[in-house]
């Protein structure tokens, strides 16, 4: 029949050992393990409940009284052993948590001599504050756990964690306000594991409904369903009090799932007497004391509670073991992500340098993916739509051809005498290398022609301002609409005001006038242009370095470090195109291209065809014929008109040429060759040459790890390797 009991409170020892392993692992700081927990008041007799739990000496010193939790666990074995170690918690700093991590004592028994010594010795390598100084640097509780394993042939497996008694008043010269708000933290912190029985010790003599520990629980087991009332100094009940706390005992008031116990804890005179037995006590007062004598034996005395808990611990165990394995899984892979989400720790040279080295070899793959608009490559670019560069920019290279083809001219080029709007540029629809599509720049219609837009003004920049590059970048202003009228008056206004003795011509010197106005808006909308590209550019840099680097601080510093060359960068783009806009408006009207001839040409043989069109006649047999004599009288006009014709016709000719030349040079050489594609372009400084050049100073202060950082990792790599340990335990 013993055998029988002993195998049913030795249920799956195997579980229930490896409970305890977990906690040795400090597995309990992050998720919640099955344990059974000791609270009460501090007079409430916890103490010697627990004492009697575990047949452990507890020193009667109240300077040795529970300042800390106590982990103590029973087990099995062939041989007798005491085992005594300290677990630091997690948020103790890794220099006194490797000191108390060396701490471990072996010893064959316990006694109340030795248990004194040794919890004096912990308390001082706790760094707790001696009772009676006034050390205020030191604290006088720890959240630190002191780990007691009892092994030897005969124990039966249980677990017990004891934490402070809380307490209302505090004692001069031993416990303050701030400790008794930190045990009681430390109280609400076992308790809320929903995994923990809470064994609740009361005085049976006084009134439940005063007891703070019991309104404790309520809030941590709202239900009633893992806390066990434990009931103590049932000889110090007044009489006619007992039927009050036998209720309590058999379940007919405050219920609880678990129920009340009740047990006799031995009093001042009987600890004094050498040949008192505690067990042999207890049970004859619970034979022979009315009315206690009456309750169920199982729900009376020490060893019937240590029962009780064995079988709930076992249970809890069987019932919990499951999730503990899952809790563990999921907490161990967060904590790898975010250990992860660090990158690879950078405390040496070596480590920093190849991290950087990494980062840029990521990011030049990135930005070709991006330039070569390869986007389905990687993820990132799903991620973030605004590293589409290659997109970004043909988009902004489109809205500037256009642009300068509505808007570059001040001045709407005059349709001539006579000329249909819907005449096409045959001239430059001959060659297919250079026929455009549009056919509103023939020499007969518009230019552009104002009503094919409602805007009568438009912005040259169309991304958002950067405040870092405020000082280099192009003011966003407004760009006017071409004048749809005028351009006859004005040309003939600055050629009389500039004519000399040249007769049926110009002076050459009058061209690069009325040129430069007539290209004013140039200015305006390229260096808006290239501005954009800039900033496109920036951002790009900025998303990219974001994409591949989640360290805030690593963002910063390498933006830091390639602000300056990546400034130079914007700048030498910026200045290549004010130097295209020199040549092109401010130095001699030039072209070698022979479109220039054939689009004049074109402009006079339109304008003949339109005069003599005026004198024609039509023919069934020859359809439309003019006389020889009629040809001679359709030009009627003065030398200044013809002149006026032949300016206006040569500049737009040479406009047209130039407008298509200078958006080419501008797109490729300001923007492609200095921004995009080039050797020196923004998008390859941040380059493995780069990280190579960086000093040893300039590793640390781009790539070195912050204090709290390295705190950080430091944390996930212990969580991490307790959890690694804790799961291998589980297997």
């Known amino acids: 029949m013993a055998d029988n009991s002993s195998m049913k409170s030795l ?142 042939p005969k124990q039966q497996h249980l677990s017990v964690i004891d934490v402070p008694g809380i307490f209302r008043n505090t004692t001069e010269g031993v416990t303050t306000d701030s400790d008794m708000e930190v045990v009681r933290n430390m109280v609400n912190h076992y308790m809320k594991n929903p995994r923990s029985v809470i064994l609740a010790v009361i005085p049976a003599n006084v009134d439940i409904a005063t007891q703070e520990i019991l309104k404790m629980a309520e809030k941590c087991d709202t239900k009633g369903q893992r806390t066990l009332g434990v009931l103590t100094k049932p000889d110090l009940v007044d009489r006619g009090a007992e039927n009050r706390v036998i209720d309590l005992v058999e379940g007919r008031s405050y219920k609880l799932k678990l129920g009340w116990s009740m047990v006799r804890n031995p009093g001042q005179s009987d600890l004094e007497d050498p040949t008192f037995d505690r067990h042999a006590s207890e049970v004859n007062f619970f034979k022979s004391k009315e009315p206690w004598n009456k309750l169920r034996k199982d729900r009376v005395g020490v060893k019937s509670l240590q029962a009780q808990l064995r079988d709930i611990l076992t249970e809890m165990v069987k019932k919990e073991f499951p999730n503990v394995k899952s809790d563990i899984n999921k907490r161990l892979n967060e904590r790898k992500k975010q250990l992860e989400s660090l990158g690879p720790c950078r405390e040496t040279r070596e480590q920093q340098h190849e991290y950087l080295l990494n980062l840029a070899t990521r990011f030049q793959s990135t930005a070709f993916l991006a330039l070569t608009a390869h986007y389905g490559a990687d993820d990132v670019f799903d991620n973030v739509p605004s590293l589409k ?16 083809w509505k808007r570059g001219h001040t001045m709407t080029f005059s349709q001539g005498i006579g000329l249909s709007e819907d005449n096409d540029d045959h001239v430059e629809e001959i060659e297919d290398d250079e026929a455009e599509d549009d056919g509103a720049e023939d020499c007969g219609a518009e230019d552009y022609d104002a009503d094919d837009s409602d805007e009568q003004s438009h912005r040259v920049r169309h991304t958002g301002p950067e405040p870092e590059l405020d000082d280099i970048l192009h003011d966003d202003c407004i760009v006017p609409t071409p004048k749809p009228t005028g351009i006859t008056t004005w040309l003939e206004k600055v050629y009389k005001s500039s004519r000399g003795f040249e007769m049926g011509t110009f002076d050459a010197s009058l061209l690069p006038i009325i040129w430069k106005k007539q290209s004013a808006n140039w200015d305006d909308l390229a260096l808006g242009y290239v501005s954009d590209i800039v900033s496109l550019v920036h951002n790009f840099t900025l998303a990219l370095i974001s994409a591949i680097c989640e360290d805030d601080r690593v963002q910063s510093a390498l933006m830091s470090m390639l602000m300056d060359g990546l400034i130079e960068c914007y700048k030498k783009s910026i200045d290549h195109a004010k130097f295209i806009l020199h040549v092109e ?60 014709r032949d300016l206006h016709d040569i500049l737009k000719s040479y406009y047209k040429v130039a407008r298509k030349r200078f958006v080419d040079v501008v797109c490729m050489q300001a923007v492609d060759h200095y921004l995009i594609n080039g050797p020196t372009a923004p998008t390859k400084l941040f380059s493995p040459s780069f990280v190579s050049g960086l000093t040893v100073d300039q590793l640390e202060r781009i790539a070195g790890e912050d204090v709290s950082t390295k705190r950080k990792r430091e944390e996930l790599r212990r969580e991490i390797e307790n959890l690694t340990n804790g799961k291998k335990i589980l297997v």
């Open 389 to 404: 560069l290659a997109t970004a920019v043909v988009d902004r290279n489109e809205i500037f051809a256009d642009d300068v």
């Open 585 to 644: 408006r401010l130095g001699t009207p030039l072209t070698a291209n022979h479109y220039f001839a054939d689009n004049l040409e074109k402009c006079r043989q339109q304008r003949m065809k339109a005069l003599m069109e005026k004198g024609s006649i039509h023919t069934k047999e020859h359809g439309e014929v003019i006389s020889l004599d009629a040809i001679l009288l359709t030009s009627t006009a003065s030398n200044t008109e013809h002149t006026i």
């Open 11 to 152: 249920a799956d020892p195997v579980l229930l050992e490896a409970i305890d392993k977990l906690f040795q692992h400090n597995i309990g700081e992050y998720i919640s393990l099955p344990q059974l927990l000791v609270v009460g008041d501090q007079s409430s007799g916890k103490s010697s409940v627990l004492e009697g739990l575990t047949d452990l000496p507890f020193p009667r010193d109240s300077g040795l009284c529970t300042r800390f939790a106590t982990h103590i666990t029973f087990r099995r074995t062939t041989t007798t052993e005491v085992s005594v170690s300290i677990l630091p918690t997690a948020n103790t700093h890794p220099d006194h948590a490797k000191t108390l991590r060396k701490y471990q004592r072996n010893l064959e028994t316990l006694d109340q001599p030795a248990f004194a010594e040794l919890l004096a010795g912990v308390h001082k390598l706790m760094g707790l504050k001696e009772i009676g100084t006034s050390d205020d640097r030191a604290d006088a509780f720890s959240d630190d756990v002191l780990k007691i394993e009892i092994c030897g």
